[in-house]
């Protein structure tokens, strides 16, 4: 009798297990896949090249600059105080300042002060930063003219702006305007530059 019983269950065993076989090799007809992701900002640097610029003896004629030591070169200014830039003599850097921009894509590279002393004029600076010196007072002009860099507004970033390469050397040249009307007095500043997204 238990030979017979064997029998039986073994034919049940096989009977049954190819349908478990059958069940796990059948093919749906869809499938989903689940799938995450996290889009952050492209990685910026800015580096400079020196971390000071000393304008040294400047004055409101040009008589101040030695070709030998000067760091800056005069520029005469004149008949444009209807646009807001007083007579003068704006003093020019001889070499730029330098900022290496690294970065993937295009940027906007800023300056604005976030410290002075005797650099205001009533409102406006007589700070600017540019991309080239000038050939003529004229340029010089060309040149001061919307290229002032501001006190940096609390929460506010209120600055000159200059569209950047990515990843290239930019120069700048820093250049401060002397007034005939000026008394003699000494200035500082701190300029801070910022490059941000297009």
Known sequence: MRPRIARILAIAVCL????????????DTTGNVSMTG???ASPMSLTLDRNSFLFGTIDATGAAYDPATSTVAPYAVSGQTANGIPDGIAWFARQPLIITITSPVRVRLSACMTAQSNVLDGTKSRLNITYSTPASGGQAYEHLLGTSAPVCAPGIYTATAFDAGANQA???????????TDT???FSM?????????
């Open 38 to 40: 996290e889009v952050v």
């Open 190 to 198: 701190t300029v801070q530059f910022t490059i941000s997204s297009l």
């Open 184 to 186: 003699p007095n000494t």
């Open 16 to 27: 049954i297990a190819p349908l478990g076989w059958m069940s796990h090799a059948r093919a």
């Open 170 to 180: 930019h120069d700048v040249y820093p250049v401060y305007l002397v007034r005939a």
